[in-house]
């Protein structure tokens, strides 16, 4: 992928000045004398990697983090896994994000055009109070599991907040799941509580989940508790709810409370369960410490994004994606938490810039598939909206394009920083990220996370630059997972990131350092190309397909070929085009041409093939894997991992792949 030298926007010194990024770098010179205001971002990044004990104590002074730190940083830092950070300290992770009692707005919520909300800092603490009260005299204690099968309210917020406060470990799912699917990822965390909700909006329409929800609870019983959330309806019956309590009767008795009981606990003590969202076989169970998640989102909230106290955080998530723990950390900086649950392509995708306007956004977090989706259908929201207070825009979930990056700066605002992000469920934070203070190049994601020793090897795990290969984390970090859920022995979790190369986390992202020393993104390794034994990244082939005006999307995978020959594969490419079109031999032949004049000959696919629907995960991942495991006549294991499952008989028994 090739991209200009000249980068596509570039903050001004009066806007570095003000970053928060430069006011850590003129503490942490003072605390250790340092010189880096002086440095460039590289040699600032290498004394985060070779000085931990220096960058890592500076965070927790500059992010005033609560808590008792002790002296000692890290022992076994080299020892992946192995590594423990700030093994002396104690902490609650629910305490750091409920500093603030003041009558600013905490939260706004908005559930597509049909419901609104809004808790101040003082309500926020209340709220979790009562809770964190009720929850104890049920019996909850740390290391307890409670699970929320919910949208993104302020009362999913409110259950997680009171349940960390405990100590607790809080885990979810959206209300989109199935019930297998709640059942994969609940059934093996064993929750004690279950706060569900009675339904939720959708792209204009209503969705009752009374009916999932009782199924759920009738075949958990680790269950003490199903504390039932109203949204959608007025009134309820219990009666078909095996345990079911309202939560306004659950916290009715504990209308005086008006203290929490903060239970701080060791760095490194359970906070979250994440599941992976894998098609392959039940969801691992990621197990992710208060102590890590807490210090790595205030660097990339504060440090990477530049978010400063009383900032309006927005960033489009379900509860079943990483991103919701991500953006509800930004208490811990001071933030307003705007939140939004639905769809956002609501009133033809305006319905998030209406929000932005409305609540003087300041931090805009999104897909690039959504930028790329109100690209496709022109939208313009700089002609119509203000934006005045919006200064960054994050993108995550897949590589944002080059194009991507042009429609952003020409049509929703100039003086942004524009940040594609990577990471992931697996570290609940970012190996790569932007840098407020660096200029943006399109295409690229800025730099490397601070404390962060990422880097990209070939496959003699040699680290490589301008050519492709492996991300990979050469240190350990504070936010690498405890381990996997009912993994005692760790051999799940050493064979999932450290098999590839020794002591070396391989995260499975086929990846390029640049010349700016940025990162691009290819896609996954395991659904890399292979034909003719080059790896070629799918995202390759996405950019160039998807930049024709009669394609609305697209899912390429390798077929092996031929039938039972495992030694090579041809480019099997799927397109999804606009209503109404049919896939005929000219536009076939462009799609080709296109992908040939742009990349490489191996990049041309053997196969274009036209379906109705793309087949994605929750979160809005495409599933190439999937795909080829139906091509291939192989089982999808965990088809409730997918948002459209039903998506997969498009590419079942294709009589055009006999041949």
């Known amino acids: 992928m090739k991209t200009l030298n000249a980068p596509i926007w570039q903050p001004s010194p009066q806007r570095i000045a003000g970053t928060r990024l430069t006011a850590f770098i003129a503490a942490a010179d003072r605390r250790w004398n340092r010189r880096l205001a002086s440095v460039d971002y590289q040699t600032l990044h290498a004394w985060s990697i070779e000085h931990p004990e220096e960058f890592w104590v500076s965070l927790w002074e500059f992010g005033e983090v609560r808590g008792e730190m002790g002296a000692t940083v890290v022992v076994d830092r080299e020892k992946m896994p192995g590594a423990q950070w700030f093994p002396e300290a104690r902490l609650n992770f629910a305490e750091n994000l409920l500093r603030r009692r003041d009558d600013a707005d905490a939260l706004v919520f908005r559930g597509e055009d049909k419901a609104r909300a809004r808790l101040s800092h003082a309500e926020l603490y209340l709220a979790v109070a009562r809770l964190a009260r009720a929850m104890r ?81 009738a075949q958990m019983p680790s269950l003490q508790k199903v504390v039932l959330v109203p949204y959608v ?27 929490i009981e903060f239970a701080r606990l060791p760095f490194n003590h359970p906070l979250y369960i994440m599941y992976s969202s894998c098609t ?25 994004g530049d978010v400063r106290f009383d900032d309006r955080l927005f960033y489009f998530t379900t509860c079943g994606w990483m991103m919701w723990n991500w953006l509800v950390t930004g208490l811990a900086s001071g933030a307003t938490l705007l939140l939004y649950d639905g ?26 598939k959504f930028i790329d989706a109100i690209a496709k259908i022109e939208l313009k929201p700089r002609l119509t909206y203000r934006l005045e207070h919006l200064r960054a825009m994050f993108s995550t979930g897949s590589p944002l394009v080059p194009e991507g990056f042009d429609y952003v700066y020409a049509n929703i605002k100039q003086e942004i920083q524009l940040a594609s992000v990577s990471g992931g469920t697996d570290i609940i934070s970012c190996f790569v990220i932007g840098n407020p203070n660096g200029p943006v190049y399109r295409g690229e994601i800025q730099c490397a996370g601070l404390g962060m020793a990422v880097d990209v090897f070939d496959d003699a795990g040699q680290p490589v630059r301008g050519e492709k290969g492996e991300l990979v984390c050469t240190r350990s970090f504070p936010v690498m997972p405890i381990g996997f859920w009912n993994d005692d022995d760790g051999a799940k979790y050493r064979a999932a990131y450290f098999e590839r190369f020794d002591n070396i986390w391989c995260h499975g992202d086929f990846a390029e350092r640049t010349a700016h020393e940025g ?29 024709l005006g009669e394609v609305v999307e697209s899912l390429v995978i390798g077929q092996d070929w031929p039938p039972g020959n495992s030694g090579d594969v041809r480019v099997v490419l799927f397109v999804k085009l606009r209503e109404g079109l049919t896939l005929d031999e000219a536009l076939e032949k462009r799609i080709k041409q296109v992908i040939r004049e742009n990349t490489t000959p191996r990049h041309v696919p053997e196969k274009v093939l036209q379906v109705s629907d793309i087949p994605r995960t929750k979160s809005g991942k495409i599933v190439e894997l999937a795909v080829r495991n139906v091509v291939h006549g192989n089982p999808v294991k965990n088809v409730e991992a997918l948002a459209n499952p039903e998506a997969l008989e498009h590419f079942r028994d294709r009589t055009e792949l006999a041949s």
């Open 280 to 304: 392959t076989g039940v969801p691992k169970c990621i197990v992710h410490c208060a102590g890590g998640a807490l210090l790595q989102h205030i660097k990339e909230h504060q440090l990477h």
């Open 519 to 547: 990162f691009i993104i290819y896609g996954r390794s395991d659904a890399t190309l292979n034909p003719g034994g080059v790896r070629i990244g799918t995202a390759e082939i996405y950019r160039q397909v998807e930049k």
């Open 343 to 368: 769809s956002p392509f609501v009133h033809r995708g305006s319905i998030l810039f209406d929000y932005a306007d409305a609540e003087g956004m300041t931090h805009f977090g999104t897909s690039a």
């Open 233 to 259: 309806h007025q009134e309820h019956d219990l009666r078909g709810l095996a345990r079911g309590v309202m939560l306004d009767d659950l916290v009715a008795p504990y209308r005086r409370t008006t203290t």
């Open 137 to 217: 005299d049920l019996g909850v204690v740390a290391g307890d599991r409670v699970a929320a099968y919910m949208p993104n309210l302020p009362e999913t917020l409110t259950a997680m907040l009171a349940a960390s406060s405990i100590g607790a470990i809080f885990t979810s799912a959206s209300p989109d799941f199935g019930v297998q699917g709640v059942l994969d990822r609940f059934g093996q965390s064993e929750p004690k509580l279950l706060f569900a909700c009675d339904g939720y909006f959708y792209n204009g329409k209503t969705i009752d989940s009374m009916a999932k929800v009782a199924e759920i609870a």
